[in-house]
């Protein structure tokens, strides 16, 4: 329903066509992907929200994104954690173990968590996506 397998390949071909060459292995340019990937769905979620924590959560979320009320029933909310040179695993564990879910426990349609990695030495993505169970 979502597209779980294209994700890592989507976030690697916009990485690749929009980072700068010299910035490509830079932390910032994956958070920028994420801004221009956002672009192709403004239409459906609010601005995404960087930093996001709420009393509950223990840190910050990198991404909150969440559907505009009209959209709620047809795309999820997604709370994504950005992770280099470690594992997708890792950033979906990290968004578990620290609770970020609890910002956006209220919301009423689906939740998904996303992981995902850029590992700098194969220039591959990897992207894991779980739904958030309540």
């Known amino acids: 329903r979502y597209g779980y397998g294209r994700s890592g390949r989507l976030i690697e071909?916009?990485?690749?066509?929009?980072?700068?060459?010299?910035?490509?292995n830079d932390e910032n340019s994956l958070s920028s992907v994420l801004a221009i990937a956002y672009l192709s769905a403004m239409q459906y979620y609010f601005k995404p929200i960087q930093e996001y924590q709420q009393e509950e959560a223990k840190g910050f979320?990198?991404?909150?994104?969440l559907p505009k009320p009209e959209y709620r029933n047809d795309y999820p909310a997604?709370?994504?954690?950005?992770?280099?040179?470690k594992s997708a695993k890792?950033?979906?564990?990290?968004?578990?173990?620290r609770k970020y879910s609890a910002s956006i426990e209220q919301y009423t349609g689906d939740?998904?968590?996303v992981g995902i990695n850029y590992d700098k030495k194969t220039k591959k993505h990897e992207c894991v996506i779980e739904q958030y169970e309540k």
Do not use: G, P, R
């Not at 890792?90 to 173990?97: F, N, R, V």
């Open 13 to 24: 071909k916009i990485h690749s066509e929009y980072a700068s060459v010299i910035q490509y």
């Open 61 to 65: 979320a990198d991404f909150v994104f």
């Open 78 to 85: 997604l709370v994504v954690e950005l992770k280099w040179n």
């Open 90 to 97: 890792s950033a979906l564990q990290q968004i578990k173990d």
């Open 111 to 113: 939740i998904l968590l």
